[in-house]
T-cell receptor, first 113, second 110 residues
C-alpha cells in the first residue's frame, strides 16, 4: 500500500514569493495534518483537514493556509515567504482520528533565500 | 511551560546497550501516547503506541506510561547501529491534536 506522498521533496524560494506544497494521503485516510519541523522548535502543528474542512489550527500567521480536496489530497500554501519559513514541512494522514497515530510523508524541505 | 518536555540529547551508546528515552508532560487529559522514530532526511515513523498507563512491549522496544507522574519512557534493549535516529514522543489530546517532544538524537556505536 502506498504511503503518504509529498511533492516536491526540495524547494528553494526567494523572500516575498509564495509556495504551494502537496500531500497525497494513504488511501482511505481522510484526515491530513501539516507540521513545520525546525531544529530549534521541533514539530509545530500548522493545521488539520478532515472531509475538506479545517478541523484544527495551530498558532501560525495567516500567511500559512491549506485546503483539502474531495479525494483527501491536501495542499498548503505559504505567501510572502520569510527567511524564518525555511524548514521541513511534513504532512501526516490518519483515519478519522489519530488515536492509532499518524503516517508521515518524507516531507518537503523548503529553503528561503 | 511546554506541554511536552523531552531531553534533546544527543545520546551516544555502544552497541548492545539498553537505551532509556523519556518525556514528561503537563496535560493530565492526554490519553494516547506514542513514540516515533525519525531517520535523517525522512519523516517520523510510528514505533510504539500506548493507551493510558502501563507497559507495552514489541520486540526489543518497551513503552511505559506513568500517568500519575506524567512521565513516559521508551526502552530499547540490545541496541543496534540501525537504531541510530531521533526519537520523538507524542501525545494526543481529546481534541485530536498531537503534542510532540522536540526529539532525542540517539547514536549507537558499533
Amino acid at each position: 500500500k502506498a504511503g503518504v506522498t509529498q511533492t516536491p521533496r526540495y524547494l528553494i524560494k526567494t523572500r516575498g514569493q509564495q509556495v504551494t506544497l502537496s500531500c497525497s494521503p494513504i488511501s482511505g485516510h481522510r484526515s491530513v495534518s501539516w507540521y513545520q519541523q525546525t531544529p530549534g522548535q521541533g514539530l509545530q502543528f500548522l493545521f488539520e483537514y478532515f472531509s475538506e474542512t479545517q478541523r484544527n489550527k495551530g498558532n501560525f500567521p495567516g500567511r500559512f493556509s491549506g485546503r483539502q480536496f474531495s479525494n483527501s489530497r491536501s495542499e498548503m500554501n505559504v505567501s510572502t515567504l520569510e527567511l524564518g519559513d525555511s524548514a521541513l514541512y511534513l504532512c501526516a494522514s490518519s483515519l478519522e482520528n489519530a488515536n492509532y497515530g499518524y503516517t508521515f510523508g518524507s516531507g518537503t524541505r523548503l529553503t528561503v533565500v | 511551560q511546554k506541554e511536552v518536555e523531552q531531553d534533546p540529547g544527543p545520546l551516544s551508546v555502544p552497541e548492545g546497550a539498553i537505551v532509556s528515552l523519556n518525556c514528561t508532560y503537563s496535560n493530565s487529559a492526554f490519553q494516547y501516547f506514542m513514540w516515533y522514530r525519525q531517520y535523517s532526511r525522512k519523516g517520523p515513523e510510528l514505533l510504539m503506541y500506548t493507551y493510558s498507563s502501563g507497559n507495552k512491549e514489541d520486540g526489543r522496544f518497551t513503552a511505559q506510561v506513568d500517568k500519575s507522574s506524567k512521565y513516559i519512557s521508551l526502552f530499547i534493549r540490545d541496541s543496534q547501529p540501525s537504531d541510530s535516529a531521533t526519537y520523538l514522543c507524542a501525545m494526543l489530546d481529546t481534541g485530536n491534536q498531537f503534542y510532540f517532544g522536540t526529539g532525542t538524537s540517539l547514536t549507537v556505536i558499533p
